[in-house]
């Protein structure tokens, strides 16, 4: 904390991570003696730049950006944007932490890492919305590319910011070089799937988590968080298994819908027209109310996936949850959940899904979707979910086995930091102390 202050996530997610550590290193002290865990909380490159743009009334703005290479043994850095006014540099290296580990999880061949802006694309024009990605790209092309770093989206950038930044590129480098950004359109290099990856994927985990209980998704009810790409994805794959999601929310409030979610609804309010969870509360009729503030996780519930942001739910709302018999729970958003509400959950005996594991699908498509840019090809709808299917449960079945090894069974947080670190730290002891 003394070498990196004022950072509280990311002290948070390097704690978590090392708690689960000890019986590893108690039983391989050779990654003690290689400096494993001094070198890998340590950035190999940190990047941080002004970007300087103009808003519509032509006056000159100024936000920060940032990249931060944090770890290529198993591969070339990668790992989501965000555009929100809450970054800084704690928090991208919270986030390029558990990316380390999460990458490692899929099995893909792909190292750590994570960056984004302070800037709020919130009520921006589309064209400000451009400017900024043109001179946010205009800094960072200089430190990507197909074989060093691969950037995709996350809070705030989708499919239209990841196409100006890879118009902005192709035009700074003159290079038709698809492999240096995921999430891109269809049609010049994106993947089928890659939307809805991180949703699907978290949906297949949590049903792995439920299998394991002899249950699954049908007729269960659930609450989502959020309404953005996570979240309107995991609600999709939820309805098409049978279970009822029955909130979506954002930084205003959340909805209650008794009927389930309707997706197509939701997806024009929030995709399309780029509004608010209240117009669909206010659209959907009798069955959905708008809730201003308050805590979606007071809406009773068999299964919770928070799918918003880190730390939004905490152990009042675990405690809320317990109370009202939650049965698993599964994080499609990066450490959404605190510490003391993930110890509530396992000491109540409520199946935890931790982020890191859970919500890799979507990075695990990036990775198929380098992967058909590399053979100039695409893939059907059809095989990339199944890849994902596959590697899900394969996560999953890691986790588990992992969590069993080291005397945890059922502990899916020991057992997706054990596994990650585990592949990690062979490929770094393999290639010496760099
Ligand atoms: P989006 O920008 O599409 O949506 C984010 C949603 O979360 C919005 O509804 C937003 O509401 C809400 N939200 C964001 N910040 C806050 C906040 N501080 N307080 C309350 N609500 C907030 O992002 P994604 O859906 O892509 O990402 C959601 C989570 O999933 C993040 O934690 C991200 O890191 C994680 N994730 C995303 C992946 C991806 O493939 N996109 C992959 C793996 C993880 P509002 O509009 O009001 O801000």
Redesign the pocket.
Known sequence: EQRNPAQPEFHQAVHEVLESLAPVLAAHPRYAEAGLIERLCEPERQVMFRVPWQDDHGRVQVNRGFRVEFNSALGPYKG?L?F?S?VNLGVIKF?GFEQIFKNALTGLGIGGGKGGSDFDP?GRSDAEVMRFCQSFMTELYRHIGEHTDVP?????V?GREIGYLFGQYRRITNRWEAGVLTGKGQGWGGSLIRPE??GYGNVLFAGAMLNERGEDFEGQTVVVS??????IHTIEKLRALGANPVTC????GYVVDEKGIDVELLKQVKEVERG?VDTYAERRGASARFVPGGSVWDVPADVALP????N?LDENAAAALIRNGVKAVSE???M?TTPPAVHLFQQAGVAFGP?KAA?AG??AVSALEMAQNHARTSWSARRVEDELTHIMNDIHATCHETAERYGSPGDYVTGANIAGFERVADAMLAQGVI
Not at 152 to 156: E, L, N, P, V
Not at 249 to 252: R, T
């Open positions: 989501g965000r929100h809450s986030l919130h995709a989206g996350d809070i705030g989708g990856a991180t959020g309404s953005g790409n996570v979240a929310s954002d930084s205003s608010r799918s918003a942001t880190q939004e499609g958003a990066n959404p982020g919500n979507g990075v």
